[in-house]
């Protein structure tokens, strides 16, 4: 079962079908989202603010909405090469002439024919990109041309200082695939 908004693991399924189909790795934004300001929220750091809050006597976290985030800061344009590293690929930097769009190119039947022969030829698990990819929401997310950075100043004062590394992150749920065969 995919969640809603999971940016690492589409990413992670579209760089193994690059791989594979020897397609260019290409950042699919603009070349303003390429260089825009964004934070991110792994489901490990929203798991720890849920333990946090849900145990916490403080005043500050008690009948109130707290935002999460990793706590750092990132662009795709420093990011995006080191995901294509992990792959061995070569990062292909966004054109604004060239637009694209990830539900378009793997949002069909024939990339889930594609992804089955992947499957066999790895003996990954059988498991359609439908079920796993948001195509739609990486699409909207590597298209944002403005900033996106979230304040935890609330969580911090009431005593939620995890932080997490949003490029270790990543990696680790690529890593995370690997293991449990999902991709190659």
């Given at each position: 079962?995919k969640?809603?908004m999971?940016s690492?693991?589409?990413?992670?399924l579209?760089?193994?079908?690059c791989k594979?189909?020897?397609?260019p790795?290409?950042?699919?934004?603009?070349s303003?989202s390429?260089?825009t300001l964004l934070d991110?929220?792994s489901?490990?750091?929203?798991s720890a603010a849920?333990?946090?809050?849900s145990?916490s006597?403080?005043p500050?976290v008690?009948?109130?909405?707290?935002?999460?985030?990793?706590?750092?800061i990132?662009?795709w344009v420093?990011?995006?090469p080191?995901?294509a590293?992990?792959?061995?690929l070569e990062?292909v930097?966004p054109?604004?002439s060239?637009k694209?769009?990830?539900t378009d190119m793997f949002g069909?039947?024939?990339?889930?024919?594609?992804?089955?022969?992947?499957?066999?030829?790895?003996?990954l698990?059988?498991i359609k990109?439908s079920?796993?990819a948001?195509?739609?929401?990486?699409?909207?997310?590597?298209?944002r041309e403005?900033?996106?950075i979230?304040?935890?100043s609330?969580?911090r004062?009431?005593?939620?200082?995890?932080?997490?590394?949003?490029e270790k992150d990543?990696l680790?749920?690529?890593?995370e695939m690997?293991?449990?065969?999902?991709?190659?």
């Open positions: 079962m969640a809603a999971d690492a693991t589409t990413i992670g579209y760089a193994a079908l594979e189909l020897n397609l790795f290409v950042f699919p934004g603009t303003k390429y260089e991110f929220c489901s490990d750091q929203l849920f333990v946090f809050t145990t006597s403080s500050l008690q009948d109130q909405a707290l935002n999460v985030v990793n706590g750092d990132i662009r420093d990011l995006w080191k995901v590293s992990y792959f061995n990062p930097q054109s604004e060239r694209m769009s990830l069909n039947p024939e990339s889930e024919q594609n992804w089955d022969r992947i499957i066999q030829k790895y003996g698990k059988e990109l079920e796993v948001t195509w739609q929401y990486v699409d909207w997310s590597l298209s403005y900033h996106c979230t304040d935890m609330k969580a004062e009431a005593g939620f200082l995890q932080y997490r590394n949003t990543f680790a749920v690529f890593d690997k293991r449990n065969k999902i991709i190659p």
